[in-house]
């Protein structure tokens, strides 16, 4: 009784009866941002640590009511660092406590850039508050990654018919697909599409206009690797 041979393992780089072809798949898509993200720091300071915290704790409570009462155009607030640190002067011989410093920093995400921009403007026009951004995104589960992936897988398979039509073949067979992951384009927008960071020591009298803010495009980039192999061309 003889027994079946087992198939040879596949070549590194294929035979001449089943020639493989590697070929790298890209698409580049320029889209509207979905999101955007503004930092704020509050301050406080005064000449005794409890009056000190207090009134940061009275700012920050009335800074996220502030962002809270924008409801669904705010899709997330965190809160970063929190300090409370002396200021120290020489005095004589020793040092003494000279003030306190009161620092929290808070970070709004929002999908409603109309709100955003008057939002930026009623925190910057708050007492010693600074706000720094806009930063512009796309959502993490956004519908752009996944259409970036499709449209570089379909490059890739593109670009492997035509390389085969060129040797007067066609493909056979797809033999693997490698994700090299997409790439977006830095958060931090450019200079000429940033907002000025606004830091204030005193509010206005009046509530200052609203900021009309430009989005920043996003550039998202999506790359495969694919391998095939072609029917034996006639060279």
Request: hydrophobic share 35%.
């Given at each position: 009784m003889t027994t079946p041979r087992e198939a040879p393992p596949p070549t590194?780089?294929?035979?001449?009866?089943?020639?493989?072809?590697?070929?790298?798949?890209?698409?580049?898509?320029?889209?509207?941002?979905?999101?955007?993200r503004i930092g704020i720091t509050l301050t406080s300071r005064g000449k005794d640590r409890r009056?000190?915290?207090?009134?940061?704790?009275?700012?920050?409570?009335?800074?996220?009511?502030?962002?809270?009462?924008?409801?669904?155009?705010?899709?997330h607030i965190e809160t970063g660092t929190v300090s409370i640190s002396p200021e120290l002067t020489q005095h004589g011989r020793g040092e003494r406590i000279r003030t306190h410093h009161g620092t929290v920093h808070l970070t709004a995400e929002l999908t409603d850039f109309t709100a955003l921009g008057e939002l930026t403007t009623r925190l910057a026009d708050l007492t010693l508050t600074r706000v720094d951004g806009p930063w512009w995104d796309l959502r993490p589960d956004?519908?752009?990654?996944?259409?970036?992936?499709?449209?570089?897988?379909?490059?890739?398979?593109?670009?492997?018919?035509?390389?085969?039509?060129?040797?007067?073949?066609?493909?056979?067979?797809?033999?693997e697909l490698a994700d090299l992951g997409t790439e977006d384009t830095p958060h931090m927008a450019p200079a000429h599409h940033r907002m000025r960071t606004m830091a204030y020591s005193e509010a206005a009298e009046d509530t200052p206009a609203a900021l009309d803010l430009e989005p920043q495009r996003q550039h998202v980039h999506a790359e495969v690797n694919a391998r095939f192999t072609m029917a034996p061309p006639r060279l």
């Open positions: 590194p780089y294929g035979t001449p009866e089943a020639p493989r072809l590697t070929v790298r798949g890209e698409a580049h898509l320029e889209v509207d941002p979905e999101i955007a009056t000190t915290l207090d009134d940061l704790t009275h700012r920050n409570t009335h800074t996220l009511d502030l962002i809270r009462s924008y409801g669904d155009a705010v899709r956004s519908p752009t990654h996944r259409r970036a992936r499709a449209q570089a897988v379909q490059d890739a398979v593109q670009r492997a018919r035509e390389y085969a039509e060129a040797l007067g073949t066609t493909l056979t067979a797809l033999l």
